[in-house]
């Protein structure tokens, strides 16, 4: 008998069962599961065994990196409440604005000087920028690790996509200048609406979605009401053509702070939201080609290098410039080297701008995405558990 190619839900219950038994590994190991499920993806796609239906990689890993952005952009906005701003705003800000453009001025000094097209090297600067807020704050809650550190570089994380799409805005302006392109302006207009646009956006949702759910059941909102409101701000986002992870991080720091009666929400969102990273992370591996990593591997490794080294520097000038603590200037930068979804998400808009160039950029973003979730999660990992066991040094050494 002649078997056609497997059902999309017969697929879909091996990648969830796939998906446990990271979870599992990623508990007894030194290796985090973010990174088990991209090599998971790799394996089952067009570079190992290529077991996955096209249909699933195509139709599939833009939906769910939509949902994964716009539940992790949900819960980091709790991190951006009111009240976490009044305790670390100046040092969050300080950071994050640091990190996000020294690593842009890094790339684009080191792919100038290798010879890369000044455009190529403008848009991949702007990328640069971008972090990845699923995975660290997937390896955030995997150690289990809570205290200032983590709260500090959960709303790092969160505020660093929004000064990265501002940077990005820039960099797409630049990019038009060199191409000779007169329209400038409609850059720096359009980067500049779709960040105010995400963020009006969140905030005209957050408002109800406060003072509403919680009522049916007092102090307990439903699953339903959570994920409710943070698909409708992801669809209407992009429907918009506006930032998923920035409105849903908007909404949540707005329900974060007005939301006096109950924090069910984030409690909620966080029961389900695993299951979506993971189709997220698998597909991400999944819709790999090995043929245009290997074309750009070189260019890769130098955009690779010089980011983590201009967000190491960005993170440690930051956090002395703001009188940071000694653990947050050492393994802040550290912390912040995961590139996933926002940054394939520039290049997919960088590509639609400068067609021309869509050959060379997607590969590079994609293949340093890959390798960056291969491997950073692991220094994420390293340098959560090193930040803690420097701070019973630092409150012995105290007054």
Known sequence: MHLSEPPILLTLGLLFLLGLAADLVGRHTFVPRVTLLILVGLAVGPVGFDLLPEALVRD????????????????LGEKLSIAELRAHGRMVIGITVAETTLALLAVALALLAIGVHPIAALLLAG?????????????VRECGIKGEFTDTLLAVVALDDAVALLLFSV????????????LVMSSVMGGLQEIGGS?????VLGVPMAYLTGRIRPGEPTLAEAMGFV???????????????????????????????HDRPFHAIEDVEWPFLILFFILAGASAHADALLLVSGITAVYMLSRCTGTY???????????????????????????????????????QRFP???PFLLPVVLASTIIYEITAPAITRRALQASQAQLPDQAAAGP
């Open 60 to 75: 599939w890993f833009p939906p769910m990196t939509i949902v994964a952005l716009s539940l992790i952009g949900f819960l």
């Open 127 to 139: 990328i640069a920028a971008a972090s990845a807020p699923a995975a660290t704050f997937d390896v």
């Open 171 to 182: 960099m797409l302006a630049a990019a038009s200048m060199v191409g000779g392109n007169h």
């Open 199 to 203: 963020l009006l956006l969140g905030a």
């Open 231 to 261: 698909l409708l701000c992801g669809g209407l986002a992009t429907w918009l053509d506006l930032s998923p992870v920035l409105c849903a991080m908007v909404m949540g720091s707005v329900v974060a702070s007005l939301a006096k009666h």
């Open 313 to 351: 520097i960005g993170a440690w000038l930051g956090g002395t410039w703001v009188g940071a603590s000694p653990a947050v200037r050492k393994w802040m930068g550290l912390c912040l080297f995961p590139q996933a979804g926002v940054a394939l998400g520039m290049a997919l808009m960088a590509a």
């Open 356 to 358: 021309e160039y869509e």
